[in-house]
């Protein structure tokens, strides 16, 4: 005999072919909490959108391919232009190329458990923060590995040379392919003469293409002491790296901790008054004391963020498949990191399988386990393209580099 209460009764979260309120009592909950994972995702993550990413649909890594550079030459008229020897006489480019493979990373995963009885007694109070810790876990990790990333593209660890021991700091990277494109960047904070790293403090930008010159202004630190001043000047000299490696005006970003960026904001004393400069209309500032924003520096926009990495991360590489295999690798001295100034062609993600839901009723345990997760790996493209800000001491004396 059919029971008329509950064959009459709708359930809130029950989904059925007419939208009456039947079918599975879960059916429109799952699909809320799969969507307000989704957007905490994208609300908390600030790199997905400022660097490149390409989708595979199989596969375990994938190539990008990085090319060298054109030049050009005046033609006699009447000669071959496939015979003319070389670009300077007319002739063809031969250019040299190579590739960067980025990984896929092993399955980033966010996972918990929702007893039956919690949800039945109280179901969005329960699940709404359950939701919004899942997304924001996922969209840290993705913004502090893609940072770690964009670190290592324009800076590689520094050595010790037996005169200046430079491993705890960073030193310009390696171009991909020598003469045919360019280094990476560095921005310091402290330099020494003498090998010493008690030397007095100074901003310095190193061209990268050569070892530094022996002597500079007297600057400060960036990150463990921020001043205003120091860092728009850091701005400014991260700008000028940029120009001279023809990396594209468009889409240049800055990467700075909350403390940095606020300075730069209230800065309102000193013969430098900085954030007047900054955000006056009148002198193409931009930005608001009212709303405490500062846009755009130099034609590089400004973003804070807690994620950028400021300890040593060594150790065993979890990320990859297997420990012998050949996999993406985010583990560096980043314990005197200040900052990040970069172009969204620097550095990629490669997507395997997109921010995604799951979820299963356990009898067994009364209540539903859900599970968010994503497959994607991240890699560098070229380190002309990323300015790296420390607050090392910059070498004087390494010319290997």
Do not use: C
């Not at 007297?218 to 940029?242: K, N, Q, T, W």
């Not at 859900?370 to 300015?387: D, I, N, Q, T, W």
């Amino acid at each position: 005999m059919a029971n008329i209460f509950t064959d009459s009764v709708g359930r809130v979260g029950a989904q059925g072919s007419t939208g009456s309120g039947t079918g599975d009592s879960l059916a429109l909950f799952l699909k809320k909490f799969a969507g307000e994972v989704l957007t905490v995702f994208d609300e908390k993550n600030i790199m997905k959108p400022l660097h490149t990413m390409r989708t595979i649909s199989k596969g375990k890594s994938a190539q990008f391919p990085v090319i060298g550079t054109a030049n050009a030459g005046y033609y006699t008229p009447g000669s071959s232009i496939l015979e003319n020897s070389g670009p300077a006489a007319g002739g063809l480019n031969k250019f040299a190329q190579t590739e960067q493979v980025i990984h896929i990373d092993k399955v980033l995963m966010a996972s918990t458990f929702i007893a039956s009885i919690d949800e039945l007694v109280s179901h969005f109070d329960v699940r709404a923060p359950y939701n919004h810790q899942l997304g924001e876990a996922l969209a840290n990790e993705f913004d502090k590995n893609v940072l770690k990333v964009a670190v290592k593209t324009g800076g590689k660890q520094g050595t010790n040379t037996g005169s200046e021991d430079h491993t705890d700091d960073f030193v310009p990277a390696d171009a991909f392919i020598t003469g045919q494109t360019k280094l990476g960047s560095v921005v310091y904070s402290k330099q020494s003469t003498t090998g010493s790293a008690t030397a007095a403090a100074k901003t310095i930008a190193n061209t990268a293409h050569a070892r530094p010159a022996a002597s500079t202004n007297v600057e400060g630190a960036l990150r463990a002491a921020p001043d205003a001043a120091f860092i728009r000047r850091a701005l400014f000299e991260s700008a000028r790296l940029l120009d001279e490696k023809d990396v594209p005006k468009s889409d240049r970003y800055a990467i700075v901790t909350p403390a940095m960026y606020y300075e730069m904001v209230n800065n309102s004393s000193g013969t430098d008054v900085v954030s007047s400069s900054m955000i006056n209309k009148d002198v193409g500032g931009e930005g608001s004391l009212a709303g405490g924003t500062i846009v755009r520096v130099a034609g590089i926009t400004l973003l804070v963020s807690n994620h950028l990495p400021n300890s040593n991360t060594l150790g065993t590489n979890t990320n990859q498949w297997l420990s012998a295999s050949a996999g993406n690798d985010y583990r560096a001295k980043y314990g005197n990191l200040a900052g990040i100034v970069f172009q969204k062609g620097g550095f990629a993600t490669l997507k395997l399988m997109d921010l995604t839901m799951e979820s299963e009723y356990l009898i067994e345990r009364q209540g539903n386990l859900f599970v968010a997760k994503y497959s994607m790996g991240h890699g560098s493209l070229r380190p002309e393209s990323v300015v790296v800000w420390s607050d090392g001491v910059r070498p004087t004396i390494d010319a290997n580099w």
